[in-house]
């Protein structure tokens, strides 16, 4: 009676590994004709048998999923499919299917990464995030793709994924540092990039480019933290973002970016004190950087400190003497002391010699702000620069520049 239950049992495994084989025939057969779905469907009819299943069963098993899921566009599936061919195959010592599978794979990476790039160039930012992520997830090597999916999610207003990711990043030490290689075209005498060191030198060896160049892009470190720092403030999480922002400064004391953002953020909260003082100490951190004068300028004329922001704009220009804005802020800056004498002005309606001498000064104030607004106008026009120079013109009775400028001020406001 025993030999006989044995002989049963072994007549019902014989039929069992008969079925698994069939099916995942069909599977073979279908992938071949590319009937993915038809190949997912066998597959998927042996998966309860997994733990009975002969390991070379196994393999193919996992083999066929792996690529009918890739076939139905179901990549996570797919890439957890590859995964467990790799794991199961490492702990069994062979590696017949995994020889094919990861040129497999890495053809899956690729086609991830092309839909979130396209995806993400058509501003659909909610499809790119999941797929730059995905790709991350596929080839976790390629961190620049986890800093995409950040980015997408941002974008697409999903600030919850997006806090996920730039926080990941954060934990990982992202930095993004990477070098381009350049070379100069003969022909157009543009510099271009190459992409690889390798395709720069073959170039420049086939006697098209010249000057060959490497330039290495700066960390993304601290706008990593920014970003995190701005997620929260408008999460209304603001002591959390300062903090973030305030612990990144710890680590990197030297680092003006980092002091730049928490001092944007103090913008954005409407602190401009803190904003002031973070200023002062990025000014001596880096004091060449005109951006940073020009902050300071601002700072205090909002604070009524007229003269202190004067000398701000002018060592900002003094920087950088095409600082276009510097020039307008400066002229500005000067002429806020109009108000008090117009306020004066109007209070000597009747006393003539007074109000004459007032309006004096008022020309002359006009006069000294002149030649800053032409530079800025000059440098970069607007709507503000061509309005403040036309009143300047008028109470000066500058009529030939006035005249000139009305038309183009009628125009710019149309």
């Known amino acids: 009676m025993k030999n006989q239950v044995l002989a049963l049992s072994f007549g019902l495994l014989t039929a069992i590994t008969f079925g698994q084989k069939k099916q995942l025939r069909v599977a073979e057969k279908a992938l071949k004709k590319s009937q993915y779905s038809v190949a997912l469907d066998a597959v998927n009819s042996v998966e309860g048998m997994l733990e009975t299943m002969d390991s070379k069963y196994k393999s193919k098993y996992y083999f066929l999923k792996a690529q009918a899921l890739s076939g139905e566009n179901k990549y996570e599936a797919a890439s957890d499919a590859f995964t467990s061919l790799f794991d199961f195959e490492i702990e069994d010592g062979s590696s017949k299917y995994s020889k094919q599978a990861k040129p497999m794979l890495n053809n899956l990476i690729q086609k991830v990464s092309s839909k979130s790039i396209e995806q993400y160039n058509s501003k659909d930012y909610a ?11 596929l080839s976790p090597k390629d961190t620049s793709f986890l800093y995409n999916a950040a980015i997408s999610a941002s974008l697409s207003k999903e600030y919850d994924v997006s806090l996920k990711f730039y926080r990941e990043l954060k934990e990982i030490g992202y930095t993004g540092i990477n070098t381009q290689y350049f070379a100069t075209n003969k022909e157009t005498g543009v510099e271009e990039n190459m992409g690889s ?23 993304k470190q601290a706008e990593i933290v920014k970003n995190i720092g701005y997620i929260l403030v408008n999460q ?54 005109p951006t940073l004068f020009f902050n300071l300028g601002v700072v205090n004329v909002n604070e009524g400190k007229i003269e202190e922001a004067v000398g701000y704009y002018q060592k900002a220009i003094e920087l950088n003497p095409e600082y276009g804005d510097a020039y307008m802020n400066l002229a500005i800056a000067m002429l806020s002391k109009e108000k008090e004498l117009v306020e004066e002005m109007n209070n000597n309606l009747s006393n003539f010699d007074k109000y004459d001498a007032l309006q004096a000064e008022q020309k002359e104030l006009y006069k000294a702000a002149l030649p800053f607004l032409l530079k800025a ?3 970069k026009r607007s709507i503000d620069t061509v309005r403040t120079l036309l009143n300047i013109y008028d109470t000066l009775r500058m009529e030939k520049e006035a005249d000139i400028l009305r038309p183009i001020y009628k125009e710019m406001r149309s």
């Open 197 to 219: 060191k390798i395709q720069r030198d073959l170039m420049v060896k086939s006697g098209g480019y010249t000057v060959p160049i490497e330039k290495v892009s700066a960390s």
């Open 236 to 289: 209304g999480k603001t002591e959390e973002a300062i903090v973030a922002l305030q612990e990144a400064r710890r680590a990197n004391p030297k680092d003006v970016n980092l002091i730049l953002n928490e001092a944007q953020l103090y913008i954005k909260l409407d602190q401009m004190d803190k904003f002031g003082q973070l200023m002062q100490e990025a000014v001596k951190l880096d004091p060449t950087n």
């Open 377 to 379: 106008d000059s440098i």
């Open 127 to 137: 499809a790119a995030q999941v797929n730059f992520y995905l790709t991350y997830v």
